[in-house]
């Protein structure tokens, strides 16, 4: 791995913490700040958001309704570069909600290209 990719594998990794953070506090904008603009995202319920916009409204009504006060935290588990353009990172993560006492011991994988 070059110095350049040791670079970049560090903003992935702020990159993960910062979506994670957004998720926490509620924060649809912060939440869809951490795609790019032409984002294709495929919800928890295979729904397919197109752009930045329709990620940050989606997941702030989601933030605002049933997923009000949930918490999520992960954790990268690798992150391969593929080219200096683009890495695959796996990453296991989960959502706690309110009403639970302890975020579930089994993490479910999350995985997102970069």
Known sequence: MTQEWEKDKED???????????WSHGDGRAFANC???DVDYI?????????KKEVENSHQDLFNGVLK???M????TSIRFLNA?????????????PSQ???RRKESPLIRMY
Do not use: D
């Open 69 to 71: 006060g949930s918490q």
């Open 12 to 22: 992935i990794n702020i990159l993960f913490n910062e979506l994670f953070s957004a």
């Open 35 to 37: 795609f790019t603009e």
């Open 85 to 97: 353009e683009l890495a695959i990172v796996h990453c296991i993560g989960n959502t706690k909600m």
């Open 101 to 103: 006492k302890n975020i």
């Open 73 to 76: 935290q992960g954790r990268i």
């Open 43 to 51: 919800t928890f319920f295979g729904q397919h958001l197109k752009g």
